[in-house]
């Protein structure tokens, strides 16, 4: 048997361990997402590092008529060079390697880059003049996460006036990265007072802006997580979703509304040794998973068997509350811990419907991080 499966294999006979996608799950999912942000008059721009196959985000661009966001610059290579002709990148670029690469990029299509500062601002505009080429900035706002971002209200009108200064850097909007709220808040009452908080923040931001005579073409604001708290008012024009695709075991814990049956993305595993009769390994570890412990991977065959830890490439499965009892040999599947992590450390991901081999998708970003 080839080490890569065939269209139309069944999925009992895939080598393991393989990222499996199941078809009619995504699509589904890209669906109701679709018709939640026609439904609140919102644009949707998926975030696509969640999957990082240019098919898949081709097949988002068509349904939402839009463009990517993506996080890093070699992931907006490899898209662009794919056909994607409107990206939003979310990091900065600040070194001239990276933002000669930049230019280039923004020569082929349409490109928005996020800054914060003027540092990174200053840098930019260099490289515009360099190359002679002009180019889309955001100004992401810093509403509670406290990563990167430049401060609400005055602070950021005020980058805002200076990129509107600059000849070649089109002013293009504000963004927020507002997840935090999603993992930091413990209850329904909290998550909505938090979103609020960020909602006002961006507000005033816009306001002090157009207060100087500025545009603001476009505000974006909202992941998988909370992206329908930011529609609830008209200050954010477009949402930005990235896991809603596939969903993963971290959105089960964290979002009541995405159950088991909403995640595409799963491991398929062997059982390899049963040491005890509660203690079972499987051919997958950290090397297939990722080393990412925000939540445990989640079996789908039997919810009580426990992943309870794991090395490079080999998973411990607690089984002493389980109903089935796996031997050596049998097949398990688990739904991804993390999926943007998982994602990362794959070269193809194997598409499944009706229990059989329906796509083989190659992952040409895998492990890009520059």
Excluded at 20 to 46: C, D
Excluded at 132 to 147: F, K, M, P, Y
Aim: hydrophobic fraction near 35%; charged fraction near 25%; proline fraction near 3%.
């Amino acid at each position: 048997m080839s080490q890569w499966p065939g269209l139309g294999d069944v999925k009992e006979d895939i080598q393991t361990p393989s990222l499996l996608l199941y078809e009619e799950i995504l699509e589904e999912n890209m669906q109701s997402y679709f018709r939640f942000a026609r439904a609140r008059g919102v644009s949707l721009r998926p975030h696509v590092k969640s999957h990082r196959i240019p098919e898949l985000a081709q097949k988002q661009v068509k349904q939402a008529e839009s463009g990517i966001m993506v996080q890093k610059l070699s992931l907006a290579e490899t898209m662009v060079r794919h056909g994607l002709d409107d990206i939003v990148i979310v990091c900065p670029v600040v070194t001239q390697s990276k933002l000669d690469r930049l230019m280039w990029l923004a020569e082929q299509a349409t490109i928005s880059i996020v800054v914060d500062g003027y540092e990174n601002t200053q840098a930019l505009e260099e490289a515009t003049e360099g190359h002679n080429q002009d180019i889309n900035a955001l100004i992401e706002v810093n509403v509670g996460a406290d990563r990167t971002g430049s401060e609400p209200g005055q602070e950021t009108a005020e980058l805002g006036e200076y990129i509107n200064s600059t000849e070649l850097i089109k002013f293009s909007g504000v963004l927020a990265y507002d997840n935090h709220i999603l993992y930091e808040s413990s209850s329904q009452e909290e998550f909505c007072a938090m979103a609020d908080e960020v909602l006002s923040k961006l507000k005033s931001t816009v306001d002090e802006i157009k207060r100087r005579d500025i545009e603001v073409p476009n505000v974006l604001a909202g992941t998988s997580g909370t992206s329908r708290q930011m529609c609830k008012e008209s200050v954010v024009t477009e949402i930005n979703p990235g896991r809603y695709l596939l969903n993963d075991a971290s959105f089960i814990k964290h979002i009541d509304r995405v159950q088991k049956e909403d995640c595409a993305a799963r491991i398929l595993t062997t059982v390899i040794s049963k040491p005890t009769s509660e203690r079972v390994i499987i051919d997958a570890g950290a090397k297939t998973f990722s080393w990412m412990h925000h939540d445990q991977p989640v079996c789908v065959n039997d919810e009580e068997l426990e992943y309870v830890d794991f090395s490079s490439e080999h998973g411990i499965i607690d089984t002493s509350d389980a109903q089935i009892d796996p031997c050596v040999g049998d097949q398990l599947e688990f739904i991804v811990g993390n999926i943007d992590a998982t994602i990362n450390l794959h070269s193809q991901a194997i598409g499944i419907r009706d229990g059989v081999v329906s796509s083989v998708w190659s992952i040409p970003t895998e492990g890009q991080c520059r």
